[in-house]
């Protein structure tokens, strides 16, 4: 089989450390996105099942089986559940509120006491939704233009190799050339699939805190009156109110 007088291969062995270098961020950027797109990609799936469990949490027969249920649909503590975390959290503030009243924050009424701890236990779980989106927001911005810094140097660095020689033929152009060009395609191949992701998990991640906030009020009502909100139940599902 005859040899490609042009490809990659040659592209790798005729250029300076500096093309090298350009390959390989860009090459240790497709991972860092790549990673990052996987293993976002598993949380989501799994917060698809506390989503589940959120709606399911008050056709539970009490407070404590319903964190359960929560619980059970993750097994992780922290904002890294975070429809547990805030009904949890939401149930410390309440017990904190009653047992600390000789503190400050006990001259605080009640209703905006929970609002500011609900509101905290949001903001947390929000910012574990965030984490890795900056290396996808980094690496879709920069990619294409450390691609194109590839390209010039490349074709800088064949124009000079070529103007040494004294060989200025269509042939001996085209070749180092269009290797040079190569760059800018794979800065483009590294930069959109991380776009893409950066886009899609920031669309996931707004809905998923659009429903941490409306489980929060629901929480805050049931906090306050000591029983569910009318509109999360079923006629199918009685809920004991009692926590």
């Not at 469990?53 to 097994?75: D, K, N």
């Not at 006990?106 to 890795?132: C, F, M, V, Y």
């Amino acid at each position: 089989m005859q040899d490609n007088p042009y490809g990659i291969a040659l592209l790798w062995q005729q250029g300076d450390m500096v093309s090298k270098t350009v390959a390989f961020l860009l090459l240790l950027m497709s991972v860092a996105s790549w990673t990052v797109i996987a293993r976002r990609s598993y949380a989501l799936w799994q917060l698809r099942r506390l989503q589940h469990a959120g709606r399911e949490f008050w056709h539970a027969q009490s407070f404590q089986a319903g964190l359960t249920l929560l619980q059970q649909a993750r097994p992780v503590d922290g904002p890294g559940n975070p429809f547990f975390y805030l009904a949890d959290q939401g149930q410390q503030a309440l017990a904190h509120h009653s047992t600390h009243r000789d503190d400050l924050h006990g001259h605080l009424p009640l209703s905006d006491w929970l609002t500011a701890n609900l509101k905290g236990a949001i903001d947390e779980s929000a910012e574990q939704l965030q984490r890795g989106l900056a290396i996808l927001a980094s690496v879709g911005s920069v990619a294409p233009f450390v691609g194109l810094f590839g390209t010039v140097w490349g074709i800088y660095h064949a124009l000079v190799s070529l103007g040494a020689s004294g060989q200025a033929s269509i042939d001996k152009i085209a070749g180092p050339v269009g290797e040079a060009l190569i760059m800018t395609a794979f800065g483009l191949a590294v930069a959109i699939p991380a776009t893409l992701a950066f886009n899609a998990f920031s669309r996931s991640n707004k809905g998923i805190v659009s429903q941490l906030n409306r489980f929060a009020f629901q929480l805050h009502a049931y906090f306050i009156t000591g029983a569910a909100p009318k509109a999360t139940l079923s006629h199918t599902h009685p809920v004991n109110g009692a926590a």
